[in-house]
């Protein structure tokens, strides 16, 4: 039997991998990768089915006070016009995400030390009385536990906090300003406070080796991560990484299989970052893994402010024409967007209760 092929058949059974046995898959060529991208997708249909679930993103903010040196709103970046968008404002995208029937919003800024808790966790509660069937993922970043805590008991459900790398000397280049022991306890911190927790990392960074993502993957697995967000590094001219090349889509799509194959119950989101990395991008790592759409609902106003990286897809759609264009593509290759709040498999029981005490 092929070298890919017994390890692929050995993760389909045992849900482990050796840190070599990944990186050998990560080196897949062609054919192999075909095959592996082939038993990520069929693990995906046994578990989630076809449907897709779908979370309207709302970029509140795009103030930040970090300087990651891969990212477009970092504090450095002084030719970023910085919103915030009203209370008012954030209601009416809830409103619409809503209308259009997403069961989950995801409420994402850059970290924002002067972001007052207080007024964040009222708007939290607002929407979940206002929609009590939508999930609300939070994506803002590095918080004291306490203010988790209390994001948690106004009703958010979910938190997304990538790690983005593994390798601690790697981590320290790329967030001059940012702890990576400090990053790991608030996941702990929010997994204890009940919070599905999403967590994640770039493919393709600048000294990022193949045992990195390899690390990165045996990571996610270990967190029992219940989200884990996969995307491309894109270089963006106002970073000190704007000459740095950008990874191959195959190599973003092996990644997504992999975590597909190790995290087999976990939501694998199509990033926007592999849409705008190749215009076939987010089809292809559906069809590789993924089961999950975030389609933009953030005014067309702010679109263009909230430039992680640059030609990012999808600035210029409005939240229905983005619905539908992702409707379409999911239609073309046999899929569907999915009812619900498309919570964590297993994490209903935390639902609305915060299981353990800090
Ligand atoms: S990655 Fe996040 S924390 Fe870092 S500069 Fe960008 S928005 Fe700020």
Redesign the pocket.
């Known amino acids: 039997m092929k070298t890919v092929t017994r390890l692929i058949k050995k993760v389909l059974e045992t849900q482990r991998l050796s840190k070599q046995e990944i990186v050998r898959l990560l080196w897949a060529k062609d054919t192999e990768k075909a095959e592996l991208t082939a038993a990520a997708d069929t693990r995906r249909r046994t578990v989630f089915g076809d449907g897709v679930h779908l979370r309207g993103l709302i970029e509140f903010s795009?103030q930040?006070?970090?300087?990651?040196t891969?990212?477009?709103?970092?504090?450095g970046n002084g030719i970023l016009s910085r919103y915030t968008m009203t209370a008012a404002e954030i209601l009416a995208a809830a409103a619409t995400a809503h209308d259009l029937g997403y069961r989950t919003i995801v409420l994402q800024?850059?970290?924002h030390p002067d972001m007052p808790a207080a007024k964040l966790a009222q708007l939290i509660n607002r929407i979940k009385k206002q929609w009590p069937d939508m999930a609300l993922t939070l994506s803002i970043?590095e918080r004291s536990l306490e203010h988790y805590r209390r994001f948690r008991t106004a009703g958010a459900d979910r938190y997304l906090l990538k790690q983005e790398t593994t390798n601690e000397r790697l981590y320290r280049q790329l967030?001059p300003q940012?702890d990576y022991n400090n990053r790991l306890q608030c996941a702990w911190n929010l997994q204890a406070l009940g919070y599905q927790l999403g967590s994640g990392h770039m493919v393709g960074l600048p000294g990022q080796t193949a045992e990195d993502i390899a690390d990165d993957l045996l990571f996610f697995q270990a967190l029992n991560a219940d989200m884990v967000g996969i995307g491309p590094f894109i270089p963006h001219p106002a970073t000190p990484l704007a000459d740095a090349p950008r990874p191959d889509l195959a190599l973003v799509e092996k990644t997504v299989a992999l975590a597909r194959l190790l995290l087999p119950r976990s939501h694998l989101p199509a990033t926007t970052s592999v849409e705008s990395l190749a215009p076939q991008g987010r089809k292809a790592v559906l069809q590789a893994g993924a089961n999950v759409v975030m389609p933009n609902v953030t005014p067309l106003c702010y679109r263009r402010d909230y430039q992680?990286y640059p030609g990012k897809a999808g600035v210029e759609q409005a939240a229905r024409r983005l619905q539908e264009s992702v409707e379409t593509e999911l239609k073309s290759i046999g899929r569907f967007s999915a009812p619900g709040r498309g919570d964590a498999p297993g994490a209903l029981a935390t639902i609305g209760g915060m299981p353990h005490e800090l």
Request: charged share 5%.
């Open positions: 795009n930040c006070g970090q300087r990651c891969y990212c477009g709103l970092q504090a800024s850059g970290q970043g967030h940012s992680l």
